[in-house]
């Protein structure tokens, strides 16, 4: 398993992680190129559905954060 | 997750804040080398499990209960009694195991396990706990009594 890249959906809150994320970006942060973004709102926005969802359509992991 | 034998590891919760890159880039590759450790999730090894957290997950039950909580922790339930926060996390446990057992009867029953010992062979939760769930489920509409079977009751999906 040397080469498994996991997918892991990240849901991130507008106003405290994806701006945290952005800016990483603009400071030219490396981070790994596993997370695939989904942007919410308010991290309280996060149904436990959504997780369930996102494993079911295949996502090896998940974070929240806000 | 861990009830359903997927393990709360998979799931990765954080505060970053919006000034915090660094702690940002932290969380991720911390996130990443974790599932990268635990390896690929294969969701069709869980379908049965998947489907019923997220029957229980959008059940009136349990969204009920959690719509509950600040009322009878803070101000306090119909009877004027206030929870303390642990107890009314345990009731909410309790409530989401046995809520979650049932989802599952249920989508073994809808696989064609139509009695207690194959869905004991299926699922492996205890005869007793089936059985007794079972008429929880036929109370509420979600499975019924097909006759006897070679002296075995057989039930039904609805």
Request: hydrophobic share 40%; net charge negative.
């Amino acid at each position: 398993m040397e080469d498994f890249e996991p997918k892991i959906v990240a849901f991130l809150c507008n106003w405290c992680a994806y701006a945290g994320a952005d800016l990483a970006g603009v400071s030219r942060l490396q981070y790994p190129s596993n997370i695939r973004t989904v942007r919410v709102m308010c991290s309280g926005r996060v149904d436990p559905l959504f997780i369930i969802k996102a494993l079911k359509q295949g996502a090896d992991g998940i974070l929240t954060a806000g | 997750m861990d009830l359903a034998g997927i393990g709360k590891e998979r799931l990765h919760l954080a505060w970053v804040s919006s000034a915090e890159a660094q702690r940002f880039v932290e969380v991720v590759s911390q996130a990443t080398a974790s599932v990268k450790a635990q390896g690929e999730f294969d969701p069709s090894a869980f379908t049965m499990q998947l489907e019923a957290a997220e029957k229980t997950l959008s059940g009136e039950t349990l969204r009920w209960l959690v719509g509950k909580e600040v009322k009878t922790t803070t101000t306090g339930d119909v009877y004027g009694r206030k929870w303390d926060t642990d107890s009314f996390e345990t009731v909410l446990d309790s409530v989401l195991e046995r809520e979650y057992h049932k989802n599952l009867i249920f989508s073994a029953i809808k696989d064609g396990d139509s009695n207690v010992r194959a869905i004991h062979a299926k699922i492996g939760l205890p005869l007793q706990t089936i059985s007794y769930l079972l008429a929880d489920l036929e109370k509420t509409g979600m499975a019924e009594f097909r006759g006897m079977h070679d002296c075995i009751p057989e039930f039904a999906a609805l």
